[in-house]
């Protein structure tokens, strides 16, 4: 082996030479990486990133499990918005007993005036979900009515319609109470396939009460 000059070098100090040499460019090279990441900021930032990929990676994807879950209720919430505010409407001026007021404990006949609403033409009822009853006045407490006619269970229409029910009267109403009924329905706008059915309440129509 010679050196640059044309001198011998004997192999083993060549090979120490050259050792050392590169030992050398190794360390430079290190401490010139180091300072790039300890200094230059995008390069530390991606030197940071990668070193901290696992747990950026469960950060990402709890992350996309929140998104999910926020994602699940507006869309129950949008769904629950559609839904329509009432079904039906009843007529306070035409729903009356027929006798022109009910007696406290006895059969009474009522003529009921209601049409369907056109936003909730898609409703339907629920087969004998149908709660009727009276509330009192001053109580503001509600009296279940047992219906004693066989109800039709079909679905109004838009047109008005009169429909004809037989209902026994509570005892110990006050002499004007609220004659009322609540419907249950599925199928309405902004219904899943699973949901419960909903329900809507009438208007309150006074009614004259007598004693038995």
């Known amino acids: 082996m010679t050196d640059p000059d044309g001198r011998y070098i004997p192999p083993k100090k060549w090979v120490a030479q050259r050792f050392v040499t590169k030992f050398a460019d190794w360390v430079i090279i290190g401490v010139i990486g180091f300072l790039a990441v300890a200094f230059v900021e995008p390069v530390r930032e991606r030197a940071l990133a990668i070193w901290n990929t696992p747990t950026s990676m469960t950060q990402i994807s709890e992350n996309l499990v929140n998104l999910s879950d926020r994602l699940d209720v507006v869309s129950v919430e949008v769904r629950r918005l559609k839904q329509p505010e009432t079904v039906f409407e009843m007529s306070t001026y035409n729903t009356r007993p027929v006798e022109g007021y009910c007696v ?31 509330i009192n006045p001053r109580a503001d407490t509600f009296v279940s009515a047992r219906r004693m006619d066989r109800p039709s269970g079909r679905n109004v229409g838009v047109s008005w319609e009169d429909i004809t029910i037989r209902l026994m009267t509570p005892p110990n109403l006050e002499p004007e109470a609220y004659f009322t009924f609540e419907a249950f329905y599925t199928e309405c706008p902004g219904m899943g396939g699973g949901d419960d059915p909903i329900s809507f309440n009438s208007p309150r129509d006074l009614f004259e009460i007598r004693a038995e």
């Open 104 to 134: 406290s404990g006895q059969p009474c006949t009522i003529n009921v005036r209601i049409r369907r609403l056109q936003d909730a033409l898609s409703c339907r009822i629920v087969p004998g979900s149908i709660q009727w009853g009276f």
